[in-house]
């Protein structure tokens, strides 16, 4: 029955991608910075361990929201940037953000 769900619900099959408190926090710091590398992240994204970003990140490229980009050979470097397809989750993660906004934790 899940896979029936997954297969034909759109929200679903985007909550796969995205559905993590992590992976949103991510898609915002990308969205707001272009370019962030590994350490910055893990600085943004307080509490994070580092397993668990790593595996987001290679979540979030797997499913072609994210690419990796080398800026330094010598030792190798990388740098996370949003592809076209990622960009298309701004006006949800912006949508989110006034969400919390109107509607803060401390109210019921």
Known sequence: MK????KFCPVVRALEVVGDKWTLIILRDLL??????????QESLEGIAPNTLSARLKSLES??????KLYSEHPPRLEYVLTAKGRHL??????LRAWGNKYPTDEN
Do not use: C, W, Y
């Open 3 to 6: 896979d029936t769900i997954s």
């Open 32 to 41: 707001l910075h272009k370019t962030r590398r590994f350490q910055d992240l």
């Open 63 to 68: 499913n072609g929201v994210i690419e990796r």
């Open 90 to 95: 701004g006006p949800i993660v912006m949508a």
